[in-house]
């Protein structure tokens, strides 16, 4: 569908402060016209009654574990459920098979996106294989079209080589997202250490094991004027970092998952593995640090972290299972219960944390929602209550906590690349 006229959209547009219901056309992929323009009699119409029109949703931490893993996600499945999600982008982490540590690897991924609805934008690794032993080709990396660095759940433990890092990137101005995490104190832990540790003998990770790490990047980061994200915050501790590092001029931004500013470590008393993630969800004071961070602009985007697996690998013993849930479906639904409605965030704040922010951190362009600019849309209804059904997710893998749980905003659908995926087809 190259054109198509949504009536009565309401356009909540940060950069270009829309805040209007009006009528959108969109012709061969671009907005041509706002207001109530006289369509063609060969353009398709949606009336959109009133639904949000923002600019397209970018999730800027997903895995969609192709090369390699393909038994539990694709490209195409992938992409499919962050359609669904009511995402136009998302950027793969490098923890596939081979990793994304080559340019052969970054353009494969391409190649394997071209002609899909959602931009797919890979993340290159910062150290071969992964490995944290020698710095990745970055130069050839980012040439193929990597868009920042990263050696995703797997942290960067030498200081030297983090900082030969920062330096490098900074050469092509790509953030280094780290998985902050001090191995020696997570050990062998797969819940948060507290009370509910405690009390169900699982092996806990003290909430440090993040903090030490970001305390150490930040330095390190104010000492070369490097790009800084923080992936998946999930302590106090390190919202406090964060924003005092801001205050000091560090170039720093941050991500907080839907699952850490909605759920504690209370739900994994019941040894569900759908509630194990690393880094694992944490306790109430951690949560609402994390609320008060996303609504002080400490925290710049949300980011789901999307990390399938298959049913029979996490159908195991707690402390066996693979960390990590679906997220793509759930996650502007979580922001809005949680974020949105209980006035945490605006719904111009929240747009501007899962679109704007995300593009600006990658440093991809911004968009905005006015004529000339070409089309990428999320539409979603706020007036109109869903319930998350697994068994139904465009995901491969159905690793979620949120199975049957009901949420306000249901995506109505994608518009991007010249494309429109309902989603619900």
């Known amino acids: 569908m190259n054109s198509v006229l949504f009536k009565n959209a309401h356009i909540v547009d940060p950069i270009s402060g829309r805040d209007e219901v009006t009528d959108i056309l969109i012709e061969h992929g671009t907005i041509s016209s706002i207001g109530k323009p006289a369509a063609p009699s060969s353009v398709e119409t949606i009336d959109l009654k009133g639904a949000i029109a923002a600019p397209g949703f970018c999730d800027m931490h997903v895995h969609l574990r192709e090369p390699g893993y393909e038994h539990k996600e694709t490209i195409a499945t992938g992409t499919a459920a962050a359609a669904a999600g009511g995402f136009t982008a998302v950027a793969c982490m ?10 052969e690897v970054v353009r494969a991924i391409i190649d394997l996106a ?21 710095l990745a080709p970055l130069a ?13 759940g797997a942290p960067v433990v030498n200081s030297r ?62 000492y070369t004027g490097g790009l800084y994200h923080v992936s998946h915050v999930s302590t106090a501790g390190t919202v406090n970092l964060v ?35 690393k880094p694992p969800l944490r306790s109430r004071d951690d949560l609402e640090a994390i609320k008060e961070g996303l609504r002080d602009g400490t925290i710049d985007a949300i980011a789901t972290d999307h990390a399938p697996h298959a049913e029979h690998e996490k159908l195991v013993e707690y402390t066996y299972a693979p960390f990590g849930i679906i997220g793509l479906e759930t996650a502007v639904g979580l922001t809005l219960r949680e974020l949105v409605l209980p006035g945490v965030l605006t719904l111009v704040e929240a747009v501007e ?10 440093g991809l362009k911004e968009i905005r929602l006015e004529p000339g600019e070409p089309a990428n849309l999320t539409l979603f209804d706020m007036n109109n209550r869903w319930t998350f059904d697994v068994a139904k997710s465009k995901s491969k893998s159905r690793n979620s906590p949120f199975h049957g749980e009901s949420f306000p905003g249901k995506i109505i659908g994608i518009f991007n690349r010249q494309q429109f995926i309902r989603a619900n087809d």
């Open 353 to 362: 944390k899962l679109s704007t922010n995300p593009r600006r951190i990658l």
């Open 243 to 277: 924003r005092e590092a801001k205050k000091r001029g560090v170039r720093v931004t941050a991500e907080a998952t839907p699952h850490h500013f909605t759920l504690t470590d209370e739900a994994t008393a019941g040894f569900d593995t759908n509630t194990k993630m």
């Open 140 to 152: 050839e990396l980012a040439g193929a079209g990597a868009v920042a660095f990263s050696d995703d």
């Open 161 to 222: 080589l983090m900082r030969i890092a920062f330096e490098y990137a900074l050469m092509f101005n790509k953030p280094l997202i780290q998985h902050a995490e001090d191995l020696s104190l997570t050990n062998n832990g797969c819940v948060h250490e507290g009370a509910v540790s405690a009390r169900t003998g699982l092996p806990p990770i003290p909430s440090i094991s993040e903090t030490v790490m970001v305390a150490r990047d930040l330095m390190l980061a104010a």
């Open 114 to 134: 071209s002609g899909l609805a959602v931009d797919v934008l890979p993340v290159g690794a910062i150290t071969r294989k992964r490995e944290g032993e020698e």
């Open 94 to 103: 490098p923890n596939t098979d081979p990793p994304i540590d080559s340019a």
